[in-house]
């Protein structure tokens, strides 16, 4: 059965794709320094801000593949975000104050500040390079998606698509990211409901049968239970989950601007209480649909489904069953995911290669007008190696993609959420015990890399599951920089820079 995009479909996408440009465009001329383009001159209220931070985190990846895992598997993917609430509440508690603290705009300078330039620098350049290779994923990923609904090659649907999200971004800066990710993050979650409704509506016995049919063929089972690290049980993604939200709380640039923008400490905190009350049961929805697609095509059987990937059954069923304009809703849905986390990352990168790349080490003291420029042309530059990334994976395949993801993530993934957690609870490591530390995990990060990817002989090989490579060498960076710091002079000043320097002076 082939099936295309329809015409009200297309007007529908398009209307929504004007007005995310016009709000890049009525933003630009607002954008007179650096701290308008990078925090919106710390003027959101927090709703705003929550609502930004869950377009920005839900990419395009996460609207098609928690439904395909689903549809394919069962839930088991969904325990890697149990943890989202506990570390929400040390971001509230304890990590939001640190980035409020001497109005910080970058994470970064935070290390900077607790650490100095060497582990400022290398925490930039890793958020950098991942960001890149992220970003360049997602736009293939979703390009993928339109080539499979207009049947356009996928080398031009990747520059306009990414062109479009560059030229939005680069004109309202983060104003515009925030707000568009707003009325993205909205229409995610509307794009959702619909087609959980549309499927449940179809089935002769609605819910019900999503939940008598699941049940039978195990579709909400959690994984297995058994304490086995080797495999993806419960304990296992539960564990993993907690190590990489803490990264993305504690860390992360795109999170750690929010912080920045809001307008005061309080409304900072409240964004992240409604980013992660929302968070969770908008993954479980996609969860919900991707086993409800699985009842109704055993309802409804259908040999075209045979023939697809997981990704593609939700794009199916939204074309061949949903009406129009309500299906081009939808379609925009899966484009906002795309958007929102794009353009943070497009701004991302901008901000920290202004404020902790030129201001602190390359151009030092020019006049504001001069980052601002700088900014644009970053964003621009970000844009066009995101879009060459993009077209990059679309000529190899989806193996090769995964093993260049692995090897990028292995080595430039590092240390940096032990950085900061070490940063913020302890006051014995200095930054010449960071830096040492810092460079042994990273040296032991490439050897696991390299031998998960076969490059070295079987015997000088450390047989561990890839999943644990971020786990280990974080806690080699814990180990040694702590081994160091007792051969090490404590006589640092850590006023306010870490949990009990700033409880002990207030």
């Not at 919900?288 to 045979?306: E, H, K, M, N, R």
């Not at 949903?322 to 899966?334: H, K, L, Q, Y």
């Amino acid at each position: 059965m082939e099936i295309s995009i329809r015409t009200a479909d297309v007007v529908t996408v398009v209307i929504y794709l004007a007005g995310l440009m016009a709000v890049g465009i009525y933003f630009s001329k607002k954008n007179k320094t650096t701290e308008d383009y990078f925090v919106g001159n710390r003027s959101f209220p927090g709703w705003v801000i929550g609502l930004s931070m869950l377009g920005t985190i839900v990419s395009s990846a996460t609207f098609l593949a928690l439904p395909a895992a689903a549809f394919v598997l069962d839930w088991r993917q969904l325990s890697v975000n149990i943890a989202v609430p506990f570390v929400a509440i040390l971001a509230i508690v304890i990590f939001i104050p640190f980035f409020r603290r001497g109005n910080l705009t970058s994470a970064f300078e935070y290390l900077g500040n607790r650490y100095g330039m060497v582990p400022r620098m290398y925490g930039t350049l890793s958020f950098m390079i991942l960001q890149l290779i992220r970003m360049a994923q997602i736009l293939f990923l979703v390009s993928l998606v339109i080539q499979f609904l207009t049947g356009a090659p996928i080398v031009y649907v990747i520059i306009f698509t990414g062109s479009f999200i560059g030229i939005y971004t680069i004109l309202g800066g983060i104003e515009a990211v925030i707000w568009t990710d707003v009325v993205q993050a909205i229409i995610l979650l509307v794009g959702g409901l619909l087609c959980f409704i549309w499927v449940s509506i179809d089935l002769p016995e609605g819910i019900p049968q999503i939940f008598e049919i699941g049940t039978q063929y195990e579709k909400f089972s959690m994984g297995s239970m058994a304490f086995d690290l080797d495999e993806r049980t419960f304990y296992t993604v539960a564990i993993l989950g907690v190590i990489n939200w803490l990264g993305i709380y504690a860390g992360d640039q795109n999170m750690v601007q929010r912080y920045a923008s809001a307008r005061s400490t309080r409304e900072a905190r409240k964004a992240t209480a409604i980013y992660t009350a929302i968070a969770i049961p908008m993954w479980t929805l996609f969860f919900f649909i991707g086993t409800a697609l699985f009842v109704y095509y055993q309802v409804f059987p259908d040999p075209v489904i045979q023939q697809m990937e997981a990704d593609q059954v939700l794009p199916y069923f939204i074309l061949s069953k949903i009406p129009p304009v309500v299906s081009g809703i939808i379609i925009s849905a899966v484009i906002a995911a795309a958007m929102s986390t794009m353009d943070s990352g497009i701004n991302a990168i901008s901000t920290v290669g202004v404020v902790d790349i030129m201001k602190a080490w390359m151009v030092k003291n020019k006049h504001d007008s001069f980052y601002l420029k700088s900014a644009h042309l970053i964003a621009v530059a970000t844009t066009l190696i995101v879009i060459g990334g993009a077209v990059t994976f679309s000529q190899i395949d989806k193996e090769s993609m995964n093993d260049v993801s692995l090897i990028v993530t292995s080595i430039f993934g590092g240390c940096v959420m032990g950085l900061f957690i070490m940063g913020f609870f302890t006051t014995r490591i200095d930054g010449f015990s960071a830096t040492w530390a810092m460079i042994g995990a990273i040296l032991f990060n490439v050897y696991l890399g390299l031998g998960i990817l076969g490059v070295f002989p079987e015997s000088m090989i450390w047989a561990i599951h890839s999943y644990w490579i971020g786990a280990i060498v974080n806690g080699t960076f814990i180990m040694l920089a702590l081994i160091i710091s007792l051969f090490r002079k404590n006589n640092l000043d850590l006023e306010g820079l870490t949990v009990w320097t700033r409880i002990k002076r207030g």
